[in-house]
Structure formats: C-alpha cells, structure tokens
C-alpha cells in the first residue's frame, strides 16, 4: 500500500511542478504546396493559355528529347540521364524566372495603380467605374487584367464575381488587399476607403524602395553562388564531347559520382536560395 502512495504523491508533485510551465502553442503549418507555388508562378508569368498539365508535358518532352540527343552523342547512360534532369527542369526554372520578374516589376506598378483608384473614388467614380478605368490609364502591365475584369463585369454585372476572377488572375498578395478592402467597402460602405488607398501606396513605395535596395546589394553574390553551381556540370558537358572521357561514367563508381554530385548541387542550391531569400508577402486572403 506504502509503495502505490508514493508513486501517486510523486505524480502529484510532478503534474503541479509541469503546470508552472506555459505549453507553447505549435505553430500553424502552411497550407502552401510546392504544386501551388508553381501555379502561382505560371498566372504570374503572363504565359498566356499555359496551364499546369501542359507545363508538366512539356518538362517531360524536354527531357526525353534531351536523354535521346545525349544517348546519341555519348552512349552513356548515366550522362544523359544528368542532362535530361537539367532539361526537364529548364521549363520550370524559365517560368519561375519570368513569375519573379514580373513580381518585381509589378512592386514598382502597384503604388500607382493605388493612387489612381484612391484619385477615382476621389472624384466620384463608383468602385467598378475605378478598377475599369485602370484599363486605360494604369500601368501598362497591369491593363490586360483590369480590362478583362471591366469586360465581365459590363457582361454579368456581378461585381462579387467579378472581383475573385480579378484576383485568380494577378495572383498577388497586393492585389488581394485591394481587392478586399474595395469587396468591404463595397458592402458596408465607409468614407475612410481613400485614407485607406493613399496609406496603402505610401506602405508599397516604401517596401519597394527597400527591397530594391536589398537586391541589389545581394544580387552579386547570387550570381556567383549559381556560377559556382552550374561550373561543375558545364565540365560534364565539355567533357561529353570526348567520348573516351565519359567511359568511365558507366561503371558503378562513376555513376555513384554522378548520384553524389547531383544530390550536393541540388542540396547546395537549396541552400543558397534559402539563405539569399529575402522574406515575401504571403496570399492570407487567396
């Protein structure tokens, strides 16, 4: 009886000493997939009538052309399969490159495509009157999307619609505040829309002022850092141009590596985009 006592006093002692311990609260894990990156990445781009599957296709076209090309030059396995690997990503890489492009292009557009609604609301236009007439007067990569939103909006007359199709389009964390905040002002009203704009456009010439200048500090060592990745693998390409130089790629020691190598650059660019990347604006109200 002595022993089970104890062992409960000591349980006792124990559970009052843990509750002086605040429990941490675990943090939310995204729901951001790397498939959902991607699509995000291919509205971005601008590459019109371009959809998942078909990117998916051409990779896999890519590749395939690629192993069959390097197959008949070297007659190594192993190689061609490195080389194939390289083009079924090229795709990808050229419309991340491009999504990223815009992105940047876009921060520098947006604090003027603001001040040009908040001068709309300001005059009198109505809310669909102002996201329209950014199809005219805005910037000039953003008019394709606002006049595609004025031409649904003048054929449904649905502005609710209207607006979720305008933002599956941008895909921009800036366009969703907007959207959003003219979605809100457009069901319970408020005079305070355009202190809100002319703070927004204040807040976004900011961000863009400073991450101009982060990246182009940066920039220089990224370069170096994908330089210093691609070196190794421009050597395999040179050397694909002896044959006699590629034989030894084909016993197992060769492949092992080619297995390393691959496995390193990959982990060594994951890396240094980890560590280069500078902290981005998530869609919460995608």
Known sequence: MIPVVSVLFGLGVFCIYWSFWPRMQAKPKSKVTAVDRLRSDLAVS???GFSLPMLTFICGGSALLVFLVAMAATGVIPVAL?????AGYGPIALVRSQAHKRRHNRRELWPDAVDHIASAVRAGLALPEALAQLAIRGPE???PAFAQFAQEYRTSGDFQRCLDDLKQRLADPVADRLVESLR????VGGTDLGRLLRTLSTFLRDDARTRAELEARQSWTVNAARLALVAPWLVLLMLATRGSSLQAYSSG???AILTIGGLVSFAAY????RIGRLPSEIRVMA
């Not at 490195?82 to 390289?86: N, Q, W």
């Not at 809100?184 to 069901?187: D, G, I, M, N």
């Not at 994951?270 to 985009?273: A, G, K, L, P, S």
Request: hydrophobic letters at 50%; aromatic letters at 4%.
């Open 184 to 187: 809100l002002a457009r069901e």
């Open 270 to 273: 994951r890396i240094m985009r």
């Open 82 to 86: 490195c080389f194939a690997v390289l």
């Open 46 to 48: 601008g590459v019109r």
């Open 253 to 255: 020691t060769g492949v």
């Open 141 to 143: 990569e953003l008019r």
